[in-house]
C-alpha cells in the first residue's frame, strides 16, 4: 500500500501536499497501528526530507488529527453522500451498505484502518472521541433508513444496532463464496423472512 | 491489570508456575498488544529473574500459543460449558450469551483481550487459525441454539451470525443505561417482536 503512495508521492515530491501525508499516513496506521506513524519515517517512505513535512503540519499532533477527520470523510460522509446522491428507496440503500463490506474493493484496508483507530481510541480519549462520533453518525444513518421501512422507533432502533453490528464483523465470518448467507442475513435484517 | 498478577505472582515467586506467565502474558497484550508481550518485561513485572522462564516454556513460541489456548479456553470453551451446565431452555442460554458483554465485570478485559488478538492475527497465521476456530465454535454453538428455538436451519444460521455480530460490538453502541435497547435487539434476534 506505501509503495503506491510513494510512487504517486515521488513523482511530485516538489509538490507534496498535505492530502500525500495525510494518505501515507493512514497507510501506515492500517499496516502497522499507530505507534507506526513516525513523521521521520513517513517522511522516508515518501523520499521527501523530515523539515518539508513542517510546511503542512506543526505537529504530529496535527497529522493524527488530519488521519482521523480524513478516514471520518472517507468512511462515513462520502459513503452517505453516495447513497442519498443514488435517490433509490430505503431498501436499497439499506442493501447497498450491507454489502459494502463484502463488495468494495477497499473494504480490507478500510476494515485495517479501523481496527487500527480502535486500538487506539483505546488509549487516546481524541481518537475516542472521533470514533464515537462516527458510530454515532453511522447509527443515526441506518436507523433513519430502517424507519423508512415502517418499523417502528424503537424497533429501528434495535435494527439499526443489529445492522451495523453485521456490518462492522461479518466479513469475517462469512465465506465469500456463500453470499446465499448474506441474503439470508439482509432478509432478516430487513424483515423479510 | 498488570499490578494485580505482579502482586498475587511476587507472593508466590518461588512457585511462579506458567500459568502466571500466562496470566501476566494475557494482560500485557490486553493493554499493549501482541508486540509489547516481551519475556523481558514480563519477567520484570512478574518480579522474577529472565531466566526462571525457561523453566516453563522454550521460547516466546511457545509462550504465545499458551496465550492463545488460554484465551480459547476462558473466552469460548469454559463460557459453554457453564451455560451447559445449567440446562435451562435454549432461549434462557441465548439470552445470557447476548447479555454476557454487558454484565460479566470481566467483559473489558476480555474484549481488550480479543481486540488485541485480532490485530495479531492480521498478520500472524497461527493467531489468525485459533481465531477462525474460534469463531466457529462459537458461531455453531449459537447456531444450534437458534435452530432449538424451532427456526430453521437456513435462518438459523443468519440469526447466529446477526446474534455473534452484535455480542462482539454492540457494548460499545449501547449505553449502559439504556438497556431497554438491549432488550429490544434481544426480541429482533429471537423473533419476539
Not at 175 to 179: A, G, I, T, Y
Given at each position: 500500500m506505501v509503495r503506491t503512495s510513494q510512487k504517486v508521492a515521488r513523482a511530485e515530491a516538489t509538490t507534496l501536499d498535505k492530502r500525500a501525508w495525510t494518505d501515507a499516513a493512514l497507510h501506515t496506521l492500517a499496516e502497522?497501528?499507530?505507534?507506526?506513524?513516525?513523521v521521520e519515517i513517513l517522511a522516508r517512505d515518501l523520499g521527501v526530507?523530515?523539515?518539508?513535512f513542517y510546511w503542512h503540519f506543526s505537529d504530529r499532533g496535527e497529522l493524527l488529527d488530519a488521519v482521523l477527520q480524513e478516514w471520518r470523510r472517507r468512511a462515513t460522509l462520502s459513503i452517505i453522500d453516495r447513497l442519498e446522491r443514488t435517490h433509490e428507496p430505503a431498501e436499497q440503500r439499506l442493501r447497498r451498505l450491507l454489502r459494502l463490506q463484502f463488495e468494495s474493493r477497499r473494504a480490507e484496508f478500510g476494515s485495517d484502518v479501523e481496527l487500527s483507530i480502535r486500538l487506539w481510541g483505546r488509549r487516546d480519549a481524541h481518537a475516542l472521541a472521533v470514533l464515537r462520533e462516527v458510530d454515532e453518525l453511522r447509527l443515526r444513518y441506518i436507523r433513519g433508513l430502517v424507519e423508512e421501512l415502517g418499523v417502528s422507533k424503537g424497533e429501528a432502533a434495535a435494527r439499526a444496532i443489529l445492522a451495523y453490528s453485521y456490518m462492522r464483523v461479518s466479513r469475517s465470518l462469512i465465506?465469500?463464496?456463500?453470499?446465499a448467507l448474506a441474503d439470508e442475513c439482509e432478509r432478516v435484517l430487513l424483515k423479510r423472512v
Open positions: 502497522n497501528g499507530i505507534d507506526g506513524v513516525r526530507t523530515k523539515g518539508s465465506p465469500s463464496d456463500n453470499m
